[in-house]
């Protein structure tokens, strides 16, 4: 992928949605009744009285540094009210990541070391109705059991993880659950398929017969040169988890980038719009990019190749 | 790879068993209870292709179908199902859950066809000729289709929703703009493949120009993968139609959708459940259905090499 073409039409894109307000964006932002100046004021501040190219060139100048702006609503600042909701959706996306792993990769392992009996059975049917969940019903069902009928976890709020972290889990917990289920379905799946093919090739069948034993097998010997498909696909995830947690922090009431998405979507805050798509965007490349290397590490012939 | 491209391909392995083609002599032999999986899986298949055909012909029907208006209220809100008045019991406004459920249907699918359609149609063709002529054009498409897949599905959705408004138009643009990686990359790489066939060097020997190659011999035999995977973006898509439909951002009421029913009962579980199981049943079985269809119809057309498929 070529990092930078990419990131360049990323960017523009963001910054031309502004223009894509049906009618004139500052009169639909101060509404009719804008006098003629307070319009052209607010022209100027959004640059709308530039060129495009003079008003890209500005807007990703500001970006860089981290400034987005000021929100059309309330007057805040973007990259701070960004920066301060960051954390709870970084923190329910790895949560989910480290979830969707623990489940995947023993799960994964085992079914392909048992390839075709009834845990690999078992397996298959349940990771493929999981697929077809989506996060909003889980999260909806997981509440219905875990939260209201036996009350063990929290439905909704967060606390910090600075302030305690054993309540901090508590809350995290039922919301990230709900993002990580059909991740580990489709990387189980794929680690198994790969798993399945590794454990054919000769060195593996060398190290049987020299007696290994086969949990050292099939973790020493073949996890490595099977996890390539995984690693690819789960930089490939972030996109789904991101869009996953901004449903999830809706129903859980979580104050993260999903939420003030939701929230400047529905006041038409297309500054705080552009600047939470811009930060979102640009880590969705900057991963794939650290992906790539992780597979070239994983993978030999990657690196040579 | 696109994502639902791989991640597919996770879930269906042993297509070679299942296809009933004849073993590549390096496969490895089928494991024990390959049979018993065989035969549960033709079952699985029949029973998703009913259903499917069971929602498509209510959705299309909707109108004829002997069911109250979406929108009448009956006077009983929060009615449990039973046969005995509504089947599926009535919203909390008492409106009739079964007809919402299945004009939800048509909303749905609706939206979502449509722009699995064009987007079939717009990154196919990109992909079509991309493919077939390589060079700078390739470079363009490739780099315009990573950008946009950057965006994360919803966060895209969300984004067109804040500049330009929930409406349907809106939303099937944006949800074919979404498919149109998939279909491009796709089109692409089999374009790229069939252009080095013999078929298309023989065309070309005999003096056929590079259009009409295009059309004639290259085309016909992209179509089929492209369609393969129809089923499988209809089911992305169906989910990420309900995400919006969940958030108020997508199909906007009056009209019923089964995204926004949920929402509507989310609140209301613990008394009266059937609002949210409902509708989230009658998605879940959609999108599992058109899963499973899509799988097996994929294994059937492709010829692109997956994660699966034996130490090859």
């Known amino acids: 992928m070529q990092v930078l073409p990419v990131l360049l039409l990323v960017s ?26 307070q319009v052209l004021a607010k022209r100027a501040q959004l640059g709308l009285d530039q060129s495009v190219v003079g008003r890209y060139v500005d807007w990703l100048g500001n970006a860089l540094h981290g400034d987005f702006g ?6 805040q600042d973007v990259g701070g009210a960004i920066s301060q909701r960051l954390p709870v959706t970084l923190e329910l996306a790895v949560l989910a990541a480290l979830i969707a792993l623990l489940l995947a990769l023993p799960s994964g392992m085992y079914a392909a ?30 509440v219905f059991f875990l939260a209201v009928n036996a009350q063990v976890l929290p439905v909704t709020g967060w606390v910090p993880l600075s302030q305690d972290p054993g309540e901090n889990l508590r809350h995290a917990i039922l919301p990230a659950l709900a993002l990580a289920l059909p991740e580990a379905a489709v990387w189980m799946r794929l680690l198994r398929a790969d798993m399945v093919a590794t454990l054919q090739e000769p060195y593996v069948l060398a190290a049987v017969a020299k007696g290994m034993r086969p949990t050292n097998v099939v973790v020493r010997q073949a ?11 789960a930089g490939l995830s972030l996109g789904r988890l991101v869009g996953g947690s901004i449903v999830v922090e809706f129903m859980f009431a979580l104050p993260g980038l999903g939420n003030l998405m939701i929230e400047s979507v529905i006041r038409h805050d297309i500054v705080m719009v552009q600047g939470l798509v811009f930060v979102v965007a640009v880590a969705y490349v900057v991963i794939n990019l650290a992906v790539d290397v992780a597979v070239a590490y994983l993978d030999p012939r990657v690196r040579q190749g | 790879m696109a994502v639902a491209q791989v991640s597919r391909a996770a879930v269906s392995d042993d297509q070679v068993v299942a296809d009933g083609v004849a073993p590549d002599p390096s496969a490895p032999t089928s494991p024990p209870g390959a049979g018993r999986r065989r035969r549960s899986r033709r079952l699985g298949l029949w029973l998703a292709v009913t259903w499917l055909v069971v929602i498509v012909l209510a959705a299309l029907l909707a109108d004829l179908l002997p069911l109250k208006s979406y929108s009448e209220l009956t006077g009983v809100a929060a009615q449990r199902p039973g046969f005995r008045g509504e089947l599926l019991g009535t919203d909390l406004l008492g409106r009739s859950m079964l007809s919402r459920v299945v004009y939800g249907a048509r909303a749905s699918l609706a939206v979502s066809l449509g722009a699995v359609l064009i987007g079939a149609v717009v990154g196919g063709l990109v992909g079509l000729v991309a493919g077939f002529y390589r060079g700078g054009f390739d470079h363009v498409v490739t780099t315009l289709v990573n950008s946009v897949l950057a965006f ?9 929703a804040a500049t330009v408004g929930a409406n349907l138009v809106s939303l099937v643009i ?5 498919t149109i990686p998939t279909f491009t990359r796709l089109a692409r790489a089999n ?21 009409r190659i295009l059309l004639r011999e290259v085309l016909p035999n992209v179509v089929p993968v492209l369609l393969s995977y129809m089923s499988l973006l209809l089911a992305v898509l169906i989910i990420a139609e ?15 959708s089964w995204g926004g029913m949920i929402a509507a009962g989310r609140q209301h579980l613990a008394d009266a459940p059937h609002l949210v199981f409902v509708p989230g049943v009658a998605m879940f079985l959609t999108v599992f259905s058109l899963n499973v269809v899509g799988d097996r119809v994929r294994s059937h057309f492709d010829i692109t090499p997956t994660t699966t498929g034996g130490t090859a």
């Open chain 1, 12 to 37: 523009f894109a963001t910054m031309v949605l502004i223009d894509l307000v049906p009618g004139d964006p500052v009169r639909s932002i101060l509404g009719e009744s804008a006098t003629p100046e």
């Open chain 1, 70 to 75: 000021t929100s059309l609503q309330g007057n």
């Open chain 1, 113 to 142: 070391y048992r390839r075709g009996g009834w845990f690999d059975r078992a397996t298959e049917a349940v990771s493929s109705a999981l697929v077809s969940l989506p996060p909003f019903l889980t999260a909806t069902i997981f």
């Open chain 1, 223 to 233: 996890l490595r040169p099977s996890a390539i498909s995984l690693v690819t696909v």
């Open chain 2, 152 to 160: 994360p599905p919803l966060v895209f959705l969300m984004a067109i």
């Open chain 2, 174 to 178: 944006g949800l074919a703009v979404l």
């Open chain 2, 191 to 211: 374009s790229s493949t069939f252009a080095e066939r013999e078929f298309v060097l023989a065309a070309r020997s005999m003096g056929v120009r590079n259009p």
């Open chain 2, 242 to 256: 309900g995400s919006l439909s969940f958030l108020g951002l997508g199909v906007p009421p009056p009209t019923p």
